[in-house]
């Protein structure tokens, strides 16, 4: 079946400029994630959603950056005046909230902030 | 503090040969382990998970084996093929924390032909 999307692919923006991330995750996945990967690097936990409960935004590095998640399915993340250093790799997971909790990842979007 | 890391930045392996990917973990307290693959320019795949009650799983070519008593995991990639060429993370789950996984630094796996 389908996987996990993200679009846009690629991101350029200039500093200063609001960015927005789209993730669709595998349908029937209660749980979806937000991740960020700098080059060469682990995993950056950012926030994870589960079901209806308040989400889990213990990742987030400022407030600039915030998420929701519309109906259940499809979340954004949203990146306010960007900065240089938010240039990075964001992936999106999703899993069933039983079993070993496996989150099976999208394609991610490559962010560029010049 | 909690954490899961790897020994080996970078494991060079001839074709052919059976690959070790190491890593280890501080938490006592995981309910499961997973492995991952990203090749570049893609997001992890899962490869296999392994329950923290079991030692052993095998999967298609991989197995992971647990030891709790040195806190150690790994996964062995038999028969090493270019396409697995790759960086390989491992990453421990608990319940109690949300389902968050947590990933180790990553291993870069390079098959030499």
């Known amino acids: 079946g389908a996987g996990v999307s993200q679009s846009p692919s690629n991101k350029v923006t200039e500093k200063g400029k609001d960015v927005e991330l789209r993730c669709d995750p595998i349908?029937?996945?209660?749980?979806l994630y937000w991740y960020r990967q700098s080059l060469g690097q682990g995993l950056e936990f950012l926030i994870y959603?589960?079901?209806?409960?308040?989400?889990?935004k213990s990742g987030l590095p400022s407030d600039r950056f915030s998420a929701e998640r519309t109906g259940g399915s499809v979340s954004t993340l949203t990146i306010q005046r960007t900065q240089q250093e938010d240039s990075a790799v964001y992936l999106c997971?999703?899993?069933?909230?039983?079993?070993?909790?496996?989150?099976?990842f999208g394609p991610g979007t490559r962010l560029l902030v010049l | 503090g909690e954490s899961v890391g790897l020994h080996l930045p970078t494991l060079s392996v001839q074709e052919g040969d059976n690959s070790i990917i190491n890593c280890a973990y501080s938490n006592s307290a995981s309910d499961y382990f997973i492995w991952y693959k990203q090749e570049s320019g893609k997001g992890p795949q899962f490869i296999i998970d392994?329950?923290?009650?079991?030692d052993k799983r095998q999967g298609q070519r991989v197995t992971v084996l647990l030891n709790k008593t040195v806190k150690h995991l790994s996964l062995q990639i038999a028969a090493t093929q270019p396409g697995d060429s790759a960086v390989y993370f491992c990453a421990e789950n608990r319940r109690a924390a949300g389902n968050k996984l947590t990933f180790g630094g990553g291993t870069r796996v390079l098959v030499k032909p």
């Open positions: 349908s029937g996945h209660t749980a």
């Open positions: 392994i329950r923290s009650n079991m």
């Open positions: 997971a999703s899993s069933l909230a039983s079993g070993s909790g496996a989150q099976y």
């Open positions: 959603f589960q079901g209806n409960s308040a989400p889990d």
